[in-house]
């Protein structure tokens, strides 16, 4: 499946990608997991990327746009990709498809993950990632805590607050998604591509998917 996954910070993007490539090996591609690996790394991306990161801010669309051209021609793409987190802005969104026109690439649908606002913000004052750049586990202090407090399952590496999940960085964050990633809603609605799957269990979104793509 070739998917874009819209939604705001906490919507659960993330989770439903995972679940989503187990199906049929499409790869979750995610911008975010990305800068942070390149951050964690210091290559020069990374140096680039990092303040605007902090402070909750957009990364430049140049900078992104790199990163998802060639992104999208390695070769675990061919089975199918899960966008999750790009694109972020409407000329993101209009140079991807100027993009996969190119490639020759037919995008299956872009679902709009719609989550509450309490629930968002709950989310993401509990969530917790795995400092490690190639792991980035996602946990919750509340929900889904490590077995071992501060350790993560899978690889051992400390378990942390992302240095954007303070109280300002967050809120910030979802300014800057209602202003210029929520537009991306309208813009894929008029594509024709729009599935918008209301609900707060992962389990329930990707049911929702699975029906509308026929598996
Ligand atoms: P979340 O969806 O929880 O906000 P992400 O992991 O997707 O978090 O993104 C973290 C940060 O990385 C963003 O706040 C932003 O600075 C940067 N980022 C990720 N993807 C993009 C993108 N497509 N365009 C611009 N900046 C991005
Ligand atoms: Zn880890």
Request: glycine letters at 10%; one cysteine or more; charged letters at 25%.
């Amino acid at each position: 499946m070739k998917l874009i996954l819209l939604g705001a910070p906490g919507a659960g993007k993330g989770t439903v990608a995972k679940m989503l490539t187990a199906i049929d090996g499409s790869v979750q591609i995610s911008t975010g997991d990305i800068l942070r690996g390149a951050v964690a790394a210091g290559t020069d991306l990374g140096k680039e990327a990092e303040g605007y990161m902090k402070r909750g801010d957009l990364v430049p669309d140049s900078l992104i746009m790199g990163i998802m051209e060639k992104r999208l021609q390695d070769n675990d793409c061919k089975k199918g990709f899960l966008l999750d987190g790009f694109p972020r802005t409407i000329p993101q969104a209009e140079a991807l498809t100027e993009l996969l026109k190119k490639l020759g690439i037919t995008l299956d649908m872009a679902v709009s993950i719609d989550v509450p606002r309490d629930v968002i913000l709950d989310r993401l004052c509990t969530r917790r990632t795995c400092a490690n750049g190639d792991c980035q586990a996602i946990y919750n202090v509340k929900s889904n805590p490590p077995k071992k407090e501060g350790i993560c399952d899978k690889c051992g590496s400390p378990v942390v607050q992302r240095e954007d999940e303070t109280e300002t960085a967050i809120s910030h964050r979802l300014e800057t998604y209602n202003e210029k990633t929520a537009p991306l809603i309208g813009f894929y609605a008029k594509t024709g591509l729009l599935k918008t799957v209301t609900g707060t269990s992962s389990d329930a979104v990707v049911a929702a998917i699975k029906s509308s793509l026929g598996i």
